[in-house]
């Protein structure tokens, strides 16, 4: 039905950039929000930073050093991290929450997840 398609992550340096891209696609009426989760080894998955309707929200973690955006035309959401610390190397996933037609519920949609690690 709907596919969310991850790209950008990898190995950086601490302090280093990367920019992460997901692309949603299929039977998509409406995207109400778009966002970013992270799961480190051995703990629970953690939002990063979710964006809807305008309304942006960042866990403490990484206020100040990642931003989020969105294109709507292309139901494409990114996600630029600076500042990056050993600390943000996670599996990090995108989150969309889709409605595929009028009238009905919107449902919460997953990447595959894309790996990013930051080491000297």
């Known amino acids: 039905q709907v596919q969310l398609v991850e790209s950008g992550g990898g190995l950086v340096q601490p302090g280093g950039s990367l920019r992460l891209s997901c692309a949603a696609s299929?039977?998509?009426?409406?995207?109400?929000?778009m966002g970013w989760y992270r799961q480190a080894p051995g703990k629970q998955r953690e939002l990063v930073a979710a964006?809807?309707?305008?309304?942006?929200n960042y866990a403490d973690s990484v206020k100040g050093r990642f931003t989020i955006s969105r294109d709507n035309a292309k139901n494409t959401v990114y996600l630029q991290m600076n500042s990056l610390k050993p600390e943000d190397t996670a599996v990090y996933y995108c989150?969309?929450?889709?409605?595929?037609?009028?009238?009905?519920?919107?449902?919460?949609?997953w990447g595959q997840g894309t790996q990013v690690t930051v080491s000297s």
């Open positions: 989150n969309a929450v889709v409605r595929t037609a009028w009238g009905t519920r919107p449902s919460h949609y």
């Open positions: 299929g039977r998509i009426f409406s995207v109400n929000a």
């Open positions: 964006l809807a309707s305008g309304d942006m």
